[in-house]
């Protein structure tokens, strides 16, 4: 069959098979836990700006956010009670995802999907019906276990099912899902806030069920991924899964099935993952982006921009309706232009991506500050007018439109592809839980900012997109087609790199005994 061919280009070999109707219907499946996130992203901005929620579960807040009377634009919305509120699900989810490590490699990613599905489907469904502040607050927590169970489940069940051609287009599908729960929150608390009563958060909260839905109901009908399955012992089963995902005949998978056999046996070698991850010397290079990636991505400001939207509009002096179709427009924004990292990632290669759309943002952050200090300067009294209003969201757009094709897809392809697996499941947990506590982080500190720095916290958020960017150029090589198993040996030739893998298996360590006798004997 002309498809059993392995080609070799030239570095990395590629082996047979397509993107069939199967892996993409899987990939999609757990893609929606990008969705979750993003939803819950979106809402909370909605919810924290709600009136009838507020005098529900915050009465003292609303009652002083009417009594005070504040000239300071930028001191407007500076509570931490709010804040925290908005943090504890991400505070959960940085929790959960140490426990996906383990629950990930025990009974393998597709039911860590669904575990994280039916959590945050109860949690949706606590929230909708909540009257009291202990049953939200337990819903939230729920909701938070969901998400940290799914943003770590799901990228690496789309890197391991993918072929390493496609893999990047197919695991952009998990922040494209990002960004249409990101957009669906928008336009839920845009019609939901006109309903009479003042229960459409409720509806809200609720809604929030049908993408967790999705994925149990979803993952009850794809396949663990074939690594999985390896790695718990299930060996024909595993080939199966690989012939059918790839489209072709178990003799033609024979090679690729090989090398994840032998990368499987590799990492039953790693007796205590976590400790060699922290303090053995192979993963080194590994190590630093689990923990820089996902700290970088938050310091680029996405989620103050995102989950504050509203507020923020409402800040500058946007009307309240005006403030939430302005997020929606981002929202749009997001949506669209994630397409390009879609498209592009496994052409241009993920560095492109990264360096194109940073410089675009801190050109962007720069002139977002720069309208806001001239209208506002450091009192932060005045209203913005019209066409200043126009620049800001248009400025937003362009910054948000940068992060769709590099910090927000490429941020959570890199992790997923980079770690081998000895480590991959717990690599994924800390960059999960970095991500999670940094989010939670810069949300509760984001508002305070916004009134100590004023305009300056974007020049603040600029200043580290410039420094990433050259963390980026400097540091990052090139993974795109590169199959998962053969990720390893780019690390021992980046020129960087190289310098600082020890390399402790038994191969290595023969292959430097000869060369130390052969020294010895000349």
């Given at each position: 069959?002309?498809?059993?061919?392995?080609?070799?280009?030239?570095?990395?070999?590629?082996?047979?098979?397509?993107?069939?109707?199967?892996?993409?219907?899987?990939?999609?499946?757990?893609?929606?836990?990008?969705?979750?996130?993003?939803?819950?992203?979106?809402?909370?901005?909605?919810?924290?700006?709600?009136?009838?929620?507020?005098?529900?579960?915050?009465?003292?807040?609303?009652?002083?956010?009417?009594?005070?009377?504040?000239?300071?634009?930028?001191?407007?919305?500076?509570?931490?009670?709010?804040?925290?509120?908005?943090?504890?699900?991400?505070?959960?989810?940085?929790?959960?995802?140490?426990?996906?490590?383990?629950?990930?490699?025990?009974?393998?990613?597709?039911?860590?999907?669904?575990?994280?599905?039916?959590?945050?489907?109860?949690?949706?469904?606590?929230?909708?019906?909540?009257?009291?502040?202990?049953?939200?607050?337990?819903?939230?927590?729920?909701?938070?276990?969901?998400?940290?169970?799914?943003?770590?489940?799901?990228?690496?069940?789309?890197?391991?099912?993918?072929?390493?051609?496609?893999?990047?287009?197919?695991?952009?599908?998990?922040?494209?899902?990002?960004?249409?729960?990101?957009?669906?929150?928008?336009?839920?608390?845009?019609?939901?806030?006109?309903?009479?009563?003042?229960?459409?958060?409720?509806?809200?909260?609720?809604?929030?069920?049908?993408?967790?839905?999705?994925?149990?109901?979803?993952?009850?009908?794809?396949?663990?991924?074939?690594?999985?399955?390896?790695?718990?012992?299930?060996?024909?089963?595993?080939?199966?899964?690989?012939?059918?995902?790839?489209?072709?005949?178990?003799?033609?998978?024979?090679?690729?099935?090989?090398?994840?056999?032998?990368?499987?046996?590799?990492?039953?070698?790693?007796?205590?993952?976590?400790?060699?991850?922290?303090?053995?010397?192979?993963?080194?290079?590994?190590?630093?982006?689990?923990?820089?990636?996902?700290?970088?991505?938050?310091?680029?400001?996405?989620?103050?921009?995102?989950?504050?939207?509203?507020?923020?509009?409402?800040?500058?002096?946007?009307?309240?309706?005006?403030?939430?179709?302005?997020?929606?427009?981002?929202?749009?924004?997001?949506?669209?232009?994630?397409?390009?990292?879609?498209?592009?990632?496994?052409?241009?290669?993920?560095?492109?991506?990264?360096?194109?759309?940073?410089?675009?943002?801190?050109?962007?952050?720069?002139?977002?500050?720069?309208?806001?200090?001239?209208?506002?300067?450091?009192?932060?009294?005045?209203?913005?007018?019209?066409?200043?209003?126009?620049c800001i969201v248009l400025f937003?757009?362009?910054?948000?439109?940068?992060?769709?094709?590099?910090?927000?897809?490429?941020?959570?392809?890199?992790?997923?592809?980079?770690?081998?697996?000895?480590?991959?499941?717990?690599?994924?947990?800390?960059?999960?839980?970095?991500?999670?506590?940094?989010?939670?982080?810069?949300?509760?500190?984001?508002?305070?900012?916004?009134?100590?720095?004023?305009?300056?916290?974007?020049?603040?958020?600029?200043?580290?997109?410039?420094?990433?960017?050259?963390f980026i150029a400097v540091v990052?090589?090139?993974?795109?087609?590169?199959?998962?198993e053969e990720v390893s040996h780019?690390?021992?030739?980046?020129?960087?790199?190289?310098?600082?893998?020890?390399?402790?298996?038994?191969?290595?360590?023969?292959?430097?005994?000869?060369?130390?006798?052969?020294?010895?004997?000349?």
């Open positions: 069959m002309p498809g059993a061919v392995i080609v070799h280009h030239a570095r990395y070999k590629t082996y047979p098979g397509e993107v069939t109707g199967y892996v993409f219907y899987s990939c999609l499946v757990a893609s929606v836990g990008g969705c979750i996130f993003g939803y819950d992203i979106g809402l909370t901005a909605g919810l924290t700006s709600t009136e009838s929620f507020l005098i529900m579960f915050f009465p003292d807040i609303y009652r002083q956010q009417k009594e005070q009377v504040i000239t300071n634009q930028y001191c407007k919305f500076d509570s931490q009670e709010l804040s925290l509120f908005g943090s504890s699900l991400f505070l959960s989810a940085a929790v959960a995802s140490l426990f996906a490590s383990l629950m990930a490699r025990t009974f393998g990613r597709k039911w860590t999907l669904f575990s994280a599905a039916s959590a945050y489907v109860l949690g949706a469904c606590m929230g909708g019906v909540a009257t009291t502040f202990p049953v939200l607050l337990t819903g939230r927590l729920l909701l938070g276990v969901g998400v940290g169970l799914c943003i770590h489940a799901s990228p690496l069940y789309i890197s391991e099912m993918a072929p390493a051609q496609q893999r990047g287009m197919l695991n952009i599908l998990f922040q494209f899902m990002i960004t249409i729960g990101i957009l669906s929150a928008s336009l839920t608390n845009y019609f939901t806030a006109k309903f009479i009563g003042g229960w459409g958060w409720r509806v809200g909260l609720a809604l929030g069920a049908v993408p967790g839905g999705v994925i149990a109901l979803g993952s009850l009908a794809i396949p663990d991924t074939p690594i999985s399955l390896l790695t718990r012992g299930d060996t024909e089963t595993a080939r199966a899964v690989l012939s059918q995902i790839r489209g072709i005949g178990p003799d033609d998978v024979r090679q690729e099935f090989d090398d994840l056999v032998s990368a499987c046996e590799e990492s039953k070698a790693v007796v205590n993952p976590w400790r060699e991850l922290f303090f053995g010397g192979r993963y080194k290079p590994q190590l630093v982006f689990a923990l820089t990636v996902p700290f970088f991505q938050q310091l680029t400001g996405i989620n103050v921009i995102m989950f504050y939207a509203p507020v923020l509009f409402k800040t500058m002096g946007f009307r309240q309706d005006a403030s939430i179709v302005s997020s929606v427009i981002t929202g749009l924004v997001n949506v669209f232009s994630t397409f390009v990292a879609l498209l592009t990632a496994d052409k241009v290669g993920r560095r492109a991506l990264f360096l194109q759309g940073g410089t675009q943002m801190i050109i962007s952050q720069i002139l977002v500050g720069t309208f806001i200090g001239l209208q506002f300067g450091l009192s932060g009294t005045g209203a913005i007018s019209e066409q200043y209003a126009m937003v757009c362009v910054y948000v439109a940068g992060f769709a094709w590099s910090w927000g897809p490429m941020g959570w392809l890199i992790p997923s592809e980079v770690y081998p697996l000895g480590v991959r499941s717990q690599a994924q947990s800390i960059t999960v839980a970095v991500n999670m506590c940094f989010t939670a982080f810069i949300g509760q500190i984001f508002l305070t900012l916004l009134c100590h720095l004023r305009f300056g916290l974007f020049f603040f958020f600029g200043a580290w997109l410039l420094l990433m960017t050259l990052l090589p090139e993974t795109k087609c590169v199959p998962l780019v690390w021992r030739k980046h020129w960087f790199w190289r310098k600082y893998i020890v390399d402790t298996s038994a191969d290595a360590r023969g292959a430097e005994m000869r060369k130390r006798i052969a020294l010895e004997m000349s």
